[in-house]
């Protein structure tokens, strides 16, 4: 960094470590096949059972599955026939874990 007065001050490099891998967090990916089938990603911080279910954006339940996991990453496939082209949310549940993605059909 330049100062005002032309002198240069070099800092140190800091890193924070929180103790937190990204796996913790569940990230969840959405992919959809030609067999009107559609496969999440979801990786677990945790093994056990997930209640899995699909909401239209209006909040209507229009899926709802219990799919058991394990630590890591998962490929869980969901029948997508009857849903129509739009957008719909996706929420993996269990216990105080909650998560959410937003995906589309076109």
């Known amino acids: 960094q330049t100062d005002f007065d032309g002198k240069e001050t070099f800092f140190p490099l800091v ?3 929180c103790g937190i891998t990204v796996e913790e967090y569940g990230i969840i990916k959405v992919f959809r096949n030609f067999n009107n089938q559609m496969i999440v990603n979801f ?3 945790l093994t056990g ?3 899995l279910k699909v909401f239209d954006l209006t909040g209507n339940e229009l ?5 058991e996991t394990e630590k890591g990453l998962n490929k869980i496939p969901i029948e997508s026939a ?3 082209g ?3 949310l996706l929420n993996i549940s269990s216990g105080g874990l909650s998560y959410f993605k937003k995906f589309a059909i076109e």
């Not at 899926?63 to 799919?67: E, F, L, V």
């Open 43 to 45: 990786s677990s911080p």
């Open 86 to 88: 739009g957008i719909y």
């Open 63 to 67: 899926m709802a599955k219990a799919i």
């Open 49 to 51: 059972v997930y209640m």
């Open 82 to 84: 009857t849903l129509t």
């Open 15 to 17: 890193s924070v470590d």
